[in-house]
Nanobody, 126 residues
Framework: VQLQASGGGLVQAGGSLRLSCAAS????????MGWICQAPGKQREFVAA????????NLADSVKGRFTISRDNAKNMLYLQMNTLKPEDTAVYFC????????????????????WGQGTQVTVSS
């Protein structure tokens, strides 16, 4: 499956962004999806994941209450609504797809993702 992330940009602290990820090439609803970020000089980190149907989600503790992950299987789209952004949210955000079955801590294992998009830069100024 091919993934194309978009929607990043420069925003002030406290602001909002909505990231989108367009999927193509395979049946989108067959894949759990996730958002992973990588800050400068750091390893990639799990942000959020959603099950194939969209009925289950998992969020990193650092973004709970601020970010929401959702998907539209009819449109082959994945979203990340980012509210109350903080400077520490600054990173490149990647969308990724995984064929593994959903578990309680679904999507946190970055090695479980089979396909990755190219990333979109999010910069939050203080």
């Amino acid at each position: 499956v091919q993934l194309q992330a978009s929607g990043g940009g420069l925003v002030q602290a406290g602001g909002s962004l909505r990231l989108s990820c367009a999927a193509s090439g395979r049946t989108f609803s067959n894949y759990g999806m996730g958002w992973i970020c990588q800050a400068p000089g750091k390893q990639r980190e799990f942000v959020a994941a959603i099950s194939r149907s969209g009925g289950s989600t998992n969020l990193a503790d650092s973004v709970k209450g601020r970010f929401t992950i959702s998907r539209d299987n009819a449109k082959n789209m994945l979203y990340l609504q980012m509210n109350t952004l903080k400077p520490e949210d600054t990173a490149v955000y990647f969308c990724a797809a995984r064929s593994a079955l959903w578990t309680m801590r679904g999507g946190e294992d970055l090695n479980s993702y089979n396909y990755w998009g190219q990333g979109t830069q999010v910069t939050v100024s203080s």
